[in-house]
């Protein structure tokens, strides 16, 4: 009888487990974990915090005497392996060596703990990621002695339990080493998401390295000292800045990795070690879209990289082909979404791009609530073909990002985008879904009708530029003008704006268009090209992407002084 062994019991083991078991019954598998539980949701931790998720049984997706009854599964608890004889096929726990026909390695990855001085001291701090930092975090920190809790690291995790903290009525402080939260988006998608926290109370402190943990007599964490900036005054600490593949029991016997540590897989879940498969957060998968090994350290790939390490290890043929960086996070009311590159990764890969960046209900104006979904597409300008996108508003958000997630996997060009049938009813979606509006916009672009000029692209020009040497033109009404505008911009609302052709022609001067969302400054861009008005850009959002990005916004005197 083929006996296949699986180490790691969150989320890739027992995947795999199951999955082989399902196509072969007669083998014998045994899977090992080195805790006391197996399967439970990481990820639903945070909102566990705040209730959402009312009890910690909630988390445990799946018990180890479901995995032996229902799957015939060997589930042996608390016995960790600690080495592995990849040559003889014997891997060894604490209590003994076991045979194995097949291995798969599914170990996962540990929270990395930043060298802070005090911290071995110190008691009143945990990790976010096991259960036992869940029960540490729940019977210290959201007890009524812990008022303010510190957050140490602004990634997906450490946004999800701050907001979570904040909705069980903690006072909380976010830190982040880089200058923004979330890097995996774009800067100005950061600060969106920045600006959600401070309104709904939380401190956030960017650019901030904790150096050392203040202690009282029992070592409890007092105070959090960051290089060059003021001492935090806390109760509890949670770390949650980054990850480390459990890897050393391959890596010393010379596995393939990465730089991180993770092992190399292929598409069939194999490491570069014969009958050694693995899976979840300890592996580096393919981006499809570099064709590099890179790191995916989420549940969707756990899963489904598990299930195609059991289904082979069985005898089967699966591949997980890899994945591209989807991603999404809660924002109090706001939703954050991305896939496929940004341009921080196409700049560095020197792959050209371009940005179509529009602003669009995510349900009909004459439907009850509508509200803005910002949609940021990039696109290869030689061949049209999407590269990615980032997203964000407060409904629908997870909708489109899907359907460009979608787009990138099928290789769909920018253009694509406005001819798919997407489902349409006035409580879902407008009759011009955001996804067909961005991709409308993207054929305008292409086809030099517009110019866009992104926010960033702004706050430079306007930074290095004479304010003499261009007109800034603001075409909303005079009474959104006069409730604030950028510095130096002239109000010519967009129905005024062929009774002053002469005027803008005298200027001479290449113009600035901005209105409220976009598209006003567009139709005034497509009048002024009539009357042979060429040098002139259109800002992508409008005043509103640029007070959210933290564009200086200014009453109408202080606008022309």
Known sequence: MERIIIIGGLSAGPSAAAKARRENEKAEIILFEKGENISYATCGMPYAFSGIIENRSDLIVVKPDLMRTRFNIDVKMNEEIVSIDTYNKIVYSVKGGYSYDKLVFATGAKSIVPPIKNINKATNWSTCRSMADFDKISKEGLTSKSKHITIIGAGLIGIEVAENLKEAGKEVTLIESADQILTLWQPKFGAFAESILKNNG?????????????????????????????????????????????????????????????????ERMETSIKDVYAAGDNVSIKNLQTN??????????????????????????????????????????????????????????????????????????????QKDLITEIYYNPINEEILGAELFGEVGVDKRVDVLSTAIYAKLKISDLSQLDLAYAPPFSPAKDPVVVTSFVAENMLDNKTIQMSVE???????????????????RTAKEFEEGGIQNAINIPLDEIRNNIDFIKDQNKPIVLICRRGLRGYLAELILKYYNIKDMVNVAGGITVWEMYGGLVLKPKEVEA
């Open 202 to 266: 939380i401190e956030v402190i960017t650019s901030g390295i904790v150096s050392e943990f203040e202690l009282d007599e029992n070592g409890k964490i007092t105070g959090i000292n960051i290089e060059g900036k003021a001492t935090i005054k806390t109760d509890f600490v949670i770390l949650s800045v980054g990850i480390m593949p459990n890897t050393e029991l391959l890596l010393k016997i010379g596995a393939e990795h990465i730089k991180n540590g993770a092992l190399k897989v292929n």
């Open 292 to 369: 590099e090994y890179d790191y995916f350290p989420l549940g969707t790939h756990s899963n489904k990289g598990g299930r195609a390490a059991g289904a082979n290890a069985a005898g089967k043929n699966i591949v997980f082909k890899g994945a591209y960086k989807t991603a999404i996070v809660k924002v109090f009311d706001y939703t954050l979404a991305r896939t496929g590159l940004n341009p921080k990764a196409l700049t560095a890969r020197a792959i050209p791009f371009e940005t179509v960046l529009t602003i669009a209900g995510s349900t009909p104006s004459y439907y009850p609530g």
């Open 457 to 475: 692209e702004l706050d430079a020009y306007l930074a290095k530029t004479n304010p003499k040497d261009f007109l800034l033109l603001d075409v």
